[in-house]
């Protein structure tokens, strides 16, 4: 099936179908099996936020297949952007996503966009304005290398799960809150949830009461795991959770009861340090496999030894970032 042209902003917009086309052409190309499709064509990444893998996989790969990319930030080596529309622009922002947008796609083939949330006002940032402003005026695909989702990580991870675990459909996954010294984003954990409950996995979320995810997305995990025959299991109770899983996957996340308000949060969260990740934790598991999306606060989020340990999937999981998105800028430019 052809994917050239989709916009690429989440793996719930593709079907199951084009997801594993996708995956199966990055598997190819970790093999090293392609040319250079790409030659000829150019990718803008627009990083309104930092990035280390980001940067370096979405570029490489582009030269990998012959292409080119050029990275520009917003605010630094751009000029700062509006996302909303009809707003009166005397603020910091000296162009529009509107212009910037449709000049871009007179320049370039496709447009990848990094736009954090603010933590300031949920309800506001999970519009996704900037990535949805992009869309809008945009004339060329557009790629989500992460917002309130991050599904290129997705990818990277259900290409780890399947290098080594095989058919992903009912094995256990737990995908496990930890403790960090400030609240964060919650896309990746979104993403870890919707994806392993696309391919079928048996998810839990372990989590300390009060820092579920958003309605909005485990609506969707509910769907996919109606769809897929598998289970769906949210508890705070650590033991049970890491009890017979087959791949634990850790992430921090903020409390979206206290969005915005972190200082009345540190009070609830200082606690909760018990949650990391440890040997102890993982001897319950049936000798799962364990990742990370990075960057990673060691003894922190999870010990050294679980971290460097012979089950720890951390560089599998960042080295496949660059091979699902070439997969994925090949299938969409190619």
């Not at 250079?36 to 990083?47: D, E, I, R, T």
């Not at 996704?128 to 989500?144: E, K, T």
Request: contains cysteine; hydrophobic residues 40%; proline residues 5%.
């Amino acid at each position: 099936m052809s994917l050239r042209n989709r916009n690429f902003l989440s793996t719930q917009d593709w079907s199951l179908e084009e997801l594993e086309q996708v995956l199966e052409s990055a598997a190819r190309m970790k093999r090293r099996e392609h040319g250079k499709p790409l030659a000829g064509k150019s990718l803008a990444m627009l990083f309104f936020n930092p990035s280390l893998r980001t940067r370096s996989s979405f570029e490489l790969g582009m030269v990998q297949l012959g292409g080119h990319a050029i990275a520009l930030a917003p605010g630094r080596d751009a000029w700062p952007m509006e996302a909303r529309p009809g707003v009166v622009m005397d603020g910091e922002a000296e162009e529009h996503i509107q212009e910037a947008a449709n000049v871009l796609s007179r320049y370039f083939d496709a447009i990848a966009v990094r736009s954090f949330p603010k933590f300031q006002d949920w309800n506001e940032d999970k519009q996704d304005r900037v990535l949805r402003a992009f869309v809008r005026w945009a004339s060329r695909p557009v790629l989500n290398m992460e917002t309130i989702v991050h599904p290129c990580q997705e990818l990277a991870l259900m290409l780890a799960i399947r290098e080594k675990l095989g058919e992903p459909a009912k094995k256990n996954f737990l995908l496990t809150w930890t403790w960090h010294p400030k609240g964060l984003n919650t896309a990746v954990a979104n993403s870890a949830a919707l994806i392993s409950s696309r391919f079928g996995m048996n998810l839990t979320i372990l989590r300390p009461p009060g820092y579920d995810l958003d309605p909005m997305f485990m609506d969707q995990v509910r769907e996919n795991v109606r769809s897929s025959g598998a289970r769906l299991t949210v508890t705070d109770q650590i033991e049970s959770a890491y009890a017979g899983a087959d791949f634990v996957y850790a992430k921090s996340w903020g409390n979206l009861n206290y969005y915005g308000n972190w200082e009345e949060e540190r009070k609830i969260r200082e606690p909760l340090r018990h949650f990391i990740v440890d040997e102890t934790k993982m001897a319950r598991t049936n000798n799962a496999y364990f990742s990370h999306c990075l960057p990673m606060r060691r003894n922190v989020k999870v010990t050294d030894a679980v971290a460097d340990g012979p089950r720890s999937l951390l560089y599998v999981e960042a080295e496949n970032r660059l091979h699902v998105q070439k997969a994925l800028l090949a299938e969409i430019l190619g």
